[in-house]
């Protein structure tokens, strides 16, 4: 087949999760014989959304990749005032809805010409985020051209109930959901029936990784840490975790230390026991993770998390945000978390796997059942390529 995936970035410098997804599917179906192109942006931050790349095509791991520069980059200051604007009202004004959308970006006015001359070339274009200007502009010319998938990469936030979103979640031929809950989610909102699956994201479990790599980088020596994985932003949980943290080492004093591996959106306070990498490569990540005493998720949004099945890929334990469906679920399903809901429980898991080192090696062996079970590569996409025909074939 031949198919356009559609997202906001795109890159091995792009640490969003979305992103990655995104590159993981394109890069691998090229892999197994499909003709695949990528149609994105030239910016790499999502906090402004500024030209990065020059615009034109490059071919990033065997795929072309189209990139259209962004037209204004984000002002802040007006998207901070509208989305204030928008928490105030309910439901919002269409006008100022698409205000909000222009505001948020990434706005790339030239997606729709750009997709009304080439999109009727694929036999499917496949759109990734529901939330972006890309996806809100992009889809309505794309639909009405060739067959679409989206993935939405949902969760439960104030957005996704704006009517902004009504029209154009009826617009795809099919969805591509990363977890039951998601799916869920967008049934109870938008009443929708079409062709869908349940993929998630795969992982690799061939190959040896070094435990001690990371470590040794780090001056971690034989320390115990905790791991963290993801954007340091609020809106990740990030800060509830460091403060989580800080309050445990206050009140159980040790060689306990937490590391932060991600893109510093809103850096957090220094603190000797709490080490920031900021972003590193995917073998020092992969590193970091298997070395640890478990990995922590404290999000409260998530469509689905690359970092748990990664953590369990190496056998790891995994805390995760108790008031997260999505992360529960993942949990509960794999037999290899244990959710917590606030500081008490924090605690009382962290005191859990440092006491018994039993209970966290039986968490991971449940952990990398599942993903083996769930989460190799080569079974997921053939999913994947069976909703794609299905939807092509409509």
């Not at 970035?9 to 691998?28: I, L, P």
């Not at 942006?41 to 402004?48: E, G």
């Not at 306990?256 to 990540?285: I, Q, Y």
Request: aromatic share 12%.
């Amino acid at each position: 087949m031949r198919l356009l995936f559609v997202v906001q970035r795109y890159g091995h410098q792009v640490a969003g999760g979305s992103e990655r997804c995104c590159r993981e599917y394109a890069s691998r179906m090229a892999g197994r014989g499909h003709d695949v192109e990528v149609l994105t942006t030239c910016a790499l931050s999502y906090v402004d959304w500024a030209n990065a790349f020059p615009p034109g095509t490059e071919v990033v791991d065997g795929v072309p990749v189209h990139r259209l520069a962004v037209s204004t980059a984000r002002d802040n200051r007006l998207f901070a005032t509208l989305q204030l604007r928008m928490a105030g009202r309910n439901p919002a004004p269409i006008y100022l809805q698409r205000q909000w959308m222009r505001a948020q970006g990434p706005l790339v006015e030239g997606i729709g010409p750009w997709l009304l001359e080439r999109a009727g070339e694929y036999d499917v274009i496949i759109f990734f985020t529901y939330l972006y200007f890309t996806t809100w502009a992009g889809l309505p010319v794309a639909s009405s051209l060739t067959p679409t998938v989206l993935h939405p990469t949902a969760h439960d936030e104030r957005p996704l109930y704006f009517s902004l979103f009504d029209l154009m979640f009826r617009l795809p031929s099919g969805f591509g959901y990363l977890t039951p809950e998601e799916g869920e989610l967008v049934d109870r909102r938008f009443r929708i029936k079409r062709p869908s699956a349940v993929l998630g994201v795969g992982v690799d479990l061939d190959g040896e990784t070094d435990e001690g790599a990371f470590r040794e980088a780090y001056g971690l020596g034989d320390r115990p840490y905790l791991v963290y994985v993801g954007r340091v932003d609020p809106h990740k949980g990030s800060e509830e975790l460091y403060h989580y943290f800080v309050t445990y080492k206050e009140r159980n004093p040790g060689e306990l230390a937490l590391v932060v591996v991600g893109e510093p959106v809103a850096p957090l306070p220094p603190h000797p026991d709490v080490m920031f990498t900021g972003f590193v490569e995917e073998s020092l990540k992969r590193s970091a993770i298997a070395g640890s005493l478990a990995l922590v998720q404290p999000s409260y949004f998530e469509s689905f998390a690359m970092s748990l099945t990664e953590a369990w890929a190496h056998r790891k334990p995994a805390l995760v945000q108790g008031h997260c469906e999505v992360l529960v679920g993942q949990s509960r399903r794999s037999g290899g978390g244990i959710p917590y809901k606030g500081f008490p429980e924090f605690e009382a898991a962290v005191d859990l796997l440092r006491a018994d080192a039993a209970v966290g090696a039986r968490l991971g062996d449940a952990g990398r059942r599942h993903v083996e079970q769930r989460y190799v590569w080569d079974g997921l996409l053939e999913r994947y390529e069976r909703l794609l025909e299905l939807v092509s074939r409509r």
